[in-house]
């Protein structure tokens, strides 16, 4: 199995998160993929690629203009206001919750960076525009290879992307990676496209950008939002709108969850995706189910990630996987590889 990955997702290195009143070291650091590429070539598990180069039309494809010129922008606003703010990340401070207008964009800065964001723990960095973009091109380089027939390729990216909607950042996300790929299958010519989304943390953008669409099938298996980030989505009743009702399906998971139990998830999953009729599959492919994740409430072990590989291999589907969450730094590679390892070599 191919993976892309590109040494530029280090780029993106925030400094600190809001948590509980106060800021904290990030938990999503350019190490976690560095494990996963010392893993990867530990095991010779396939060839690592540097990814081609997408042009706009790609991201235009998820994300509205109106936001990926904020992001591409960001930054030079930010040290523009005070070049100080250079020894600074960008965290937003203020949102346009419910009542307010979300048709003008503000002059002032704070109020773009909170138009465009949902939460105050995802740093926008010097480097967040660099990385992200090239993230998304190892996304869709892995798509692109399974569009010219290989059977599965993987997208070693930072930072993560299934929180990040059409038109808004958050969850350490910024560009829809798993939706970049899934969109890229169909425009290739694939009908009908599954994501299946194993992130811990519910893939609110994700199913935010497919809800009305039929041709792109959103399931997802994480921890109870009533409890869980995102919070706001990822309830069971959550089944698609429109022309798109039927096509999404949300399996969430009290914490404590442990591999007996999630795999019956799985298989729930995967029979949806197997009745939806899906061409190829899209797996967003987050670690942090793992029992030592320090954010997270489930209980899967190491070696239960050779037995998801082996099980997402028998859906028999064209598979992209796309690296999101996992925040047990020094575990990340061994997981995030088993699964690969037992795809290929069950
Ligand atoms: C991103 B992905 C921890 C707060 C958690 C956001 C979690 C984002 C997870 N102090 N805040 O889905 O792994
Ligand atoms: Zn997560």
């Known amino acids: 199995m191919k993976t892309f990955y590109n040494h530029l997702h280090a780029q993106h290195q925030g400094k600190v998160e809001m948590f509980r009143g106060a800021l904290v070291p990030c938990f999503e650091v350019p190490a976690r993929a560095d494990h996963v590429l010392a893993e990867l070539q530990r095991r010779q598990l396939g060839a690592v690629l540097e990814p081609q180069a997408f042009d706009e039309a790609a991201l235009t494809a998820i994300h509205s203009p109106r ?40 002059d002032n800065f704070a109020a773009k960076v909170g138009l465009y964001s949902y939460d105050a723990g995802t740093p926008f960095t010097s480097g967040t525009w660099v990385a992200a973009r090239a993230g998304a091109n190892c996304a869709l380089s892995a798509a692109q290879v399974v569009v010219a027939g290989d059977r599965a390729a993987f997208a070693l990216s930072r930072p993560p992307g299934h929180h990040a909607g059409a038109d808004f950042f958050g969850g350490y996300c910024f560009l829809n990676n798993a939706a970049l790929a899934a969109q890229h299958l169909r425009h290739a010519g694939m009908k009908k496209v599954a994501v299946l989304d194993v992130d811990y943390h519910h893939g609110n953008g994700t199913q935010a950008i ?5 041709d792109v099938y959103f399931a997802s298996i994480h921890g109870d939002p009533r409890t869980e980030y995102p919070f706001y989505l990822g309830h069971a009743d959550e089944t698609g709108s429109g022309a798109g009702l039927g096509a999404n399906l949300n399996l969430p998971l009290p914490r404590g969850t442990d591999y007996a139990t999630w795999a019956q998830a799985l298989e729930t999953a995967l029979a949806g995706i197997a009745r939806f009729g899906a061409d190829a599959l899209v797996v967003s492919l987050g670690m942090d189910t793992f029992e030592g994740d320090p954010i997270s409430g489930f209980k899967l072990k190491t070696d239960d990630y050779l037995r998801i590989g082996e099980r997402l291999a028998k859906a028999g589907l064209p598979t992209v996987f796309i690296f999101e969450g996992g925040y047990a730094v020094q575990e990340v590679g061994v997981n995030a590889v088993n699964v690969l390892q037992g795809f290929t070599n069950p």
């Open 210 to 214: 497919f809800f009305d669409r039929p």
């Open 67 to 106: 936001y990926l010129n904020f992001l591409a922008t960001a930054w030079d606003q930010w040290v523009a206001l005070d070049a100080a703010n250079a020894d600074k990340d960008i965290l937003p401070s203020v949102w346009p919750t419910r009542t307010f207008r979300t048709d003008i964009e503000p």
